[in-house]
């Protein structure tokens, strides 16, 4: 048996993917262009999925550049910049760096009311 690539449970014999990991990716595709996250939800909601393994789904890497989630938000990412005339490039890879620099970066222990120096 083999486990299922996004949420590691047994996918079946000869199969990558379980089941209702399959369903989800076949809901996403029903999306087409310009889909919100909230919509992308709704449709794996509506698979039936508990929220943990739809949880995982989106936090799967593969292919080792970026998660759905990177994806989805490298792709949200680019329309919002474009939307404000700015053209960006993000692609999930990005969005998979700066989400581990961010987890990286030291904590620096604040006083209360002094502003954070590493938000702008
Ligand atoms: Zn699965």
């Known amino acids: ?3 299922c ?13 379980c089941p209702q990991c399959q369903a ?3 809901a996403i595709q029903t999306l ?6 909230r919509d992308m939800l709704d449709v794996l909601m509506a698979t ?4 943990e393994k739809i949880e995982k789904f989106l936090e ?6 970026g998660s759905i989630r990177d994806l989805i938000t490298a792709r ?3 329309e ?11 692609d999930a890879h990005k969005v998979k760096k700066i989400r581990e620099e961010e987890k990286k970066r030291p904590k620096i222990p604040l006083k209360p009311g002094q502003p954070d120096p590493m938000r702008k």
């Open 24 to 26: 989800m990716l076949n």
């Open 32 to 37: 087409g262009q310009g889909f919100s996250f």
């Open 1 to 3: 048996m083999a486990n």
């Open 60 to 65: 799967t890497d593969i292919k080792g550049q």
């Open 80 to 90: 919002l910049a474009r939307t404000v005339g700015q053209a960006t490039d993000t």
């Open 5 to 17: 690539l996004y949420c590691q449970e047994k996918a079946g014999w000869f199969k990558a993917v």
């Open 48 to 51: 039936h999925a508990p929220t």
């Open 76 to 78: 949200m990412t680019n």
